[in-house]
């Protein structure tokens, strides 16, 4: 049972099985072990790093697609839900039409750019996807009397997934819509997260390691190797898409900063990378440390920073506004220490 | 020793459009030149547009050398090239404030004295840079592009957050050098001093690179390393060697790019040269990975078509680049003239 | 205990402006506290947050001001991204949010709510400010801005205030945000304004780098009549300004012109502490500041939002800016601004504002949108 | 008879965690051939990669013209005086012919009668002087290859399997190019799987097993001998 | 007659100005081995390059079983029944044994599109594969990853994977290049084998002789691009084309 739900693809490695279950239990009963409007944030924020790092592993590490338009899928989801709960007003239905009009406008658009370019050469697609991303984050400014340009939007969700909702208390902790809100994003992250294993676990998933390995090969055996390419773009799409619109539903505010910009990006291949490209787990690693250092980096420097007051120069380091330049030397070292990630790390026992 | 059997392969003629194509990226640019002529009308415009836009694309062209060597022979995705792009400008600055009396003064070789050694100075910080650099950051993910453009960014953000810590966190702005500042008006247009140096500097680095790359095995060494180092090494090269000297010189080069460019913006901040970034690969990449003269070509085309296009029709200037970089790319995949293969 | 949360981009691109206004705001409340940091005996703990510049960072830590670290009271950010994405967290939690120094219109127009306060200038008062101070009859002028929504609606404030002065508005240039070559837009607008007689200006309203001035200036519009003309800007910035003597615009401060109490103290104490003179932030800061402690006296509490807000709209004081005031309907602080021109002084390596003349509260009409 | 050019003496490599070689001794004596032979895996390609210097021996010792190289960096070992033709040939693809053959000459321009010499031996190369590497033909890849390491004057060839994708034709001027490098001094390490190439060629010989050296002797000795080549590398008569 | 599987008819490449390819005209039929002799870079891989689709011929056309297949894609055309092994090796370096032969077999039952089912629970794949890997005695190495085989092995592979795809025309590329000479009979009896099934054709370039008499039923020479002879292995071996171009004199000779 266990087994199928995990599509066959088990951890390998205890710890690894530790750290996953550790995150899931902590995942799951974040409401209630860490309660706390930031913890939540930082929970919320894991889940749905969790899912997108997973989609676009898919892309990366199981098919060898390097795209920089990941981003701009989330982003579609995210505006989507926005634009519905604008125009339609708040309600569920708002988020469902917003959802999934995102998911499929991500796919067609995977789709289009697939089509046009994943024929060619590897680097072709990736500055095809960078271009069309600039393209689309110059469109939304542009066009700010539908998408509030730079500044986004700000809109409402139905009541039952706001702090006003209230439930009562359990085990001491106020239940209320934002909890809710919270399980509906770690519910729905859980299934996309499990589907997207059993993808890659699935012939079709094996198809697309082989495409990443000899795409030459691959075609010379019978595989039409762009269909398939295009298929994984698209369902990584929709899948980054979906994700997109969860952070929309958590987040109540969209922008292009928060969803389209490049900056994301270049965290999400960070998280692929730490945590281990090619295996889904490694998504759920890598989106767990890198949204935990991004949120508590500064505040541990600034404890750093006192404890350490009085020697020379390492309270200057440590300083709290510094915290940027202790992100870089993290993103060197987690790609000096953990080559083939930290599942990979993991797995081979070392 | 028997000689062998004879072997005759069956040839015939070049078509026409196999020769032209050779060619065909040259000619570009006065194709180029002349439709701007027809679609502005107004010559004094289109010779201010004109001019500019070469000097802009010369501009660009410094910037980009470095990378062409990095990115085009190297084949290693270097974000932290923006970062060295940035420290040139802030040691060229420094070095040129330093030289208040010489920049402030009118005279052009005081002035461009001043220049010179604002340059040396920010090449040899950056060149010195790279080669740390090098060492220590880029070594352990040569051949692996995704690490590359990790550990680089890594780079980039330690160094641009080192510029705030040195030079804090404020933009800083100056004044060019007496002789460089204003215009040349002749015709009814007006073209920049500036601008002029640019020119002079870009043409001597393309030719200069040209010369070294032509005669020298420097650029065999590392496209024949880049695919297969272990040959490389036994063939007796030092690959580790001369990888590490390409590298500095493309850091050093990042560094002249720097200063010139900071010179032109006259206001320098830590993130100035990660803006340029994506500018300076497009150019890389339209050019053909490895090409000087592509890089040089694409640089040119870049400067003028953005003027041309902000002056005919300004929304569409804010996807001119990546309008250009996708048509080159699907009339050639692999850039203009590619001298590497693109993976 | 009074908490106060400055919630603002203290690391990214605008690290130097979130400095100043901080260092403003922490002055502003020891000037309004007479030093004691105390109101009626509570002592003031001032929290900070850094946003990271990031809107959704931005929305999250204010919740956790509001939330676990439990603020009375908020104020920042600096960038006007952030600060919309944080409004609504503010009527979640019903509290207040000062917003300072954040620039968009629609923080007190469109996407205002009544926990929302702005002792920060928006962007129409700039741009109207600029209009009163470069219009005039039989004067054409041209603008040069972004292509963005910011860009867009500056311009359009300022045509408007600008039809009101007699002046006309020949021609509007548009550039990406990020351009660095400004010859196209410079060519466009001789070519626009090369013909037409008169006083000639062109007004750039920037934001960020890219620095269009002298780029503009090199191309030697003086050929064609063109005076150019912007508004005011950090110190630093003002280098730019030295090759522009007789440069008219308007700015909201420059430490040598308010001429009050305030100010003076803020200039002697600043000199005093950090060596150089408060810049455009920490003025803004400190008029938060004072704005704060002054609504906590006047409501008498800290703790009742109702209380402070009704004590705050209305409210009248006294900032290094000049006088304030947060109109009511939409709890925009309305203040003086000042018409300058550019001198080259001694012993100053950048181009310097003198006061040509003050622009009072009620010489400006700043439209109401929310 | 004079001391052997190269010597291996109780070898042990690993690539990542498997252990190949387990102690290999060889002698190369100088100005012959020596060919290294065995079954499919046994380690010959490593044992010249280990030469070389593309693996690093844990253990051992490897001393070439006197002096040991074991620790010394595969460049140093190159310009000591190995040629080396890899079994997969280490094309330069992107590179034209001619470029291939200008970093084969390391210390100077190549040398004009050398290059007729190369060309009388894979005429091809000529034709195809200045076309891309990649679009070659396997066979002359596999010449190419060759002729990169005899682009300069070596004291040692190491080559492995270069017959392979060869035309008869072709095989046999490569023996004799063989032959005249013999003739000028030098010595060559021979992988071979074609055994009648082998017999030609080969004046010594060394059989590997499972990362071993099981058995040297004159290549002549071997090639009369049908039980040995049974018992060393599961050579039948009627496979041959 | 037996029936004809594959044709060109006038097949013709040109690299710029070089004819690789020069207009070759030529009917496999089933139940035949065609051996393709010829010296170094006389055209026989970019034949077969030309046949199974990995280049665009420059004129000339391909039928396989009676359809022009000319113009259609690799992929297409190895679904049609087509089958090739490589010269220079070409595998899936980073996956395993079992997982490399595994992926023909899933190819070849058209289950490249299951989305939603574990890969794992086909175990008539998996099946399949070792079938065929216990057939070139690669079985013992099936977990070992293929980066890590000996190139004699890997040569092994590259067959096995051809035998698995059972297509209705066989190409195989000098398989037994750089094969130890206990290795390289395992192989060529399984072409051998091959051979009995009649329905089906093989090609075969290869530059060994032994092989080709042993295993040639018909022999066609390309020389310089163009077809120089055709016929039964007697006679090809014996002409003067061949002689000359081709087997030079034999090594003992030298
Ligand atoms: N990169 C590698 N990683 C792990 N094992 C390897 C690697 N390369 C080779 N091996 C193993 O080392 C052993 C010896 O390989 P080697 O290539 O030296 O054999 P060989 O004698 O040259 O065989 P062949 O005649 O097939 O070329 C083989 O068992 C092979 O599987
Ligand atoms: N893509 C290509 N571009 C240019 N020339 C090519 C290309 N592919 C092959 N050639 C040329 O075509 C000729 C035929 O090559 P091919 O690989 O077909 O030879 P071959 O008969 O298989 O030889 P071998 O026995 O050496 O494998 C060669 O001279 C080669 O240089
Ligand atoms: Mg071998
Ligand atoms: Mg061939």
Known sequence: ?350 | MSAAPDHKPTFADLSLSDRIGKAAPYLLIPVLVVLGFLAIGSTSSWLTLTVSGLAMGMMIFIMASGLTLVFGLMDIINFGHGAFISVGAFVGITVLIWLGGWTGAPSLVLNVAAVLLAVVAAMCVTGALGWGFERVIVRPVYGAHLKQILVTVGGLIVIEQLIHVVWGPEEIFLNRPETLKGAITFAGAAIERYRLLAVAVGLVLFIAMRLVLRRTRIGLIVRAGVQNGEMVEALGYRLRLVFIGVFIAGSALAGLGGVMWGLYQEVITAGMGEEMMILVFIVVIIGGLGSVEGAFIGALLVGLLQNYIAFLEPKLALISNIGLMTAVLMWRPQGMMPVVKAK | EIRIAHVYGKTGALEAYAEQSHIGLMLGLEYATGGTMEIDGEPIVVIEKDTQLKPDVGKAVLAEAYGDDDAHIAVGPVSSGVALAMLPVAEEYERLLIVEPAVADSITGANWNRYIFRTGRNSSQDAIANAVALGGDGVTVATLAQDYAFGRDGVAAFKTALEATGATLAHEEYVPTDTTDFTAAAERIFNAMGDIEGEKKLFIIWAGGGNPMSKINAMDPSRFGIEIATGGNILAALTAYKELPGMEGATYYYYEIPDNDVNDWLVTEHMERHGTPPDFFTAGGMAAGIAIVEAIKKAGTYEDTEALIEAMEGMEWDGPKGPMMFRAEDHQALQTMYHFVTEVQDGKDYGVPVLVRELGIEDMDIPINN | MSDPILTLKGVHTDIAQYHILQGVDLEVPRGQVTMLLGRNGVGKTTTLRTIIGHWQAKSGEIAFDGAAITDIPTPARARAGIGFVPEDMGIFTDLTVEENMILAAASGPLDKARLDWIFAAFPPLKTFWRSEAGNLSGGQKQMLSIARAMAEERKLYLIDEPTKGLAPAIVSTMAGALRDLKRQGASVLLVEQNFSVAKALGDTAAVMDDGRVVWTGAMAELAASAELQERLMGLSMEAH | MTRTLLETDGLTVRFGGHVAVDAVTCAFSAGQLTAIVGPNGAGKTTYFNLISGQIAATAGTVRLMGEDVTRTSVAERCRKGLGRAFQLTSLFPDLSVLENVRLVIQAHQRKGFGLFSMADSHVELTTRAMAVLDRVRLDTLKDQNVSELSHGNQRKLEVAMLIALDPMVYMFDEPTAGMSVDEAPVVLDLIAELKHDTDRTILLVEHKMDVIRTLADRIIVLHNGALAADGDPATVMASDVVQEAYMGRELTDV
């Not at chain 1, 902590?26 to 913890?39: C, I, M, T």
């Open chain 1, 1 to 350: 049972m266990l087994t199928r739900l995990l599509s066959g693809d088990k951890p390998r490695s205890t710890v690894l099985t530790v750290l996953l279950l550790v995150i899931l239990v902590a995942l799951a009963l974040a409401p209630f072990l860490f309660p706390g409007v930031r913890s939540l944030e930082t929970a919320a924020r894991i889940c749905i790093f969790i899912v997108l790092v997973a989609s676009y592993d898919l892309l990366l590490g199981y098919t060898g697609i390097v795209s920089f338009a990941h981003t701009m899928f989330f982003g579609l989801g995210a505006y989507g839900v926005a634009l519905s709960s604008v125009h339609m007003g708040r309600g569920w239905g708002a988020l469902l039409t917003g959802t999934v009009a995102g998911a499929l406008a991500a796919a067609v658009l995977a789709l289009v750019i697939g089509l046009f370019s994943l024929r060619v050469r590897a680097i072709f697609f990736a500055m095809i996807t960078l271009a069309v991303a600039s393209a689309v984050a110059v469109l939304v400014s542009q066009l700010s009397g539908l998408t509030g340009g730079e500044d986004g939007l700000n809109y409402q969700i139905p009541r039952e997934l706001t702090p006003a909702f209230r439930l009562g208390e359990l085990f001491g902790v106020r239940v209320n819509g934002k909890v809710l809100n919270y399980y509906l994003v770690f519910g729905a992250c859980l299934v996309l997260f499990l589907l997207l294993l059993r993808i890659v676990n699935s012939p079709f998933g094996r198809v697309l390691q082989a495409i990443r390995e000899n795409d030459f090969r691959a075609e010379a055996i019978g595989y039409r190797v762009v269909w398939y390419r295009v298929t994984a773009t698209c369902l990584s799409a929709a899948v980054a898409a979906i994700a997109g619109s969860l952070f929309a539903i958590w987040l109540r505010y969209v922008g292009p900063d928060t969803t389209l910009s490049f900056e994301i990006m270049l965290d999400i291949l960070l998280m692929v990378v730490i945590g281990g490209m090619g295996t889904m787990y490694g998504a759920v690693l890598g989106a767990t440390i890198f949204v935990l250092a991004q949120n508590y980096l500064q505040s541990l420097m600034g404890v750093a920073s006192e404890a350490t007051q009085g020697l020379p120069l390492i309270p200057d380091l440590l300083d709290p506004n510094r915290w940027l330049l202790w992100l870089g030397v993290l993103f060197i070292l987690s790609v000096y220490f953990f080559p083939t990630g930290i599942v990979g790390r993991l797995r081979s026992g070392r």
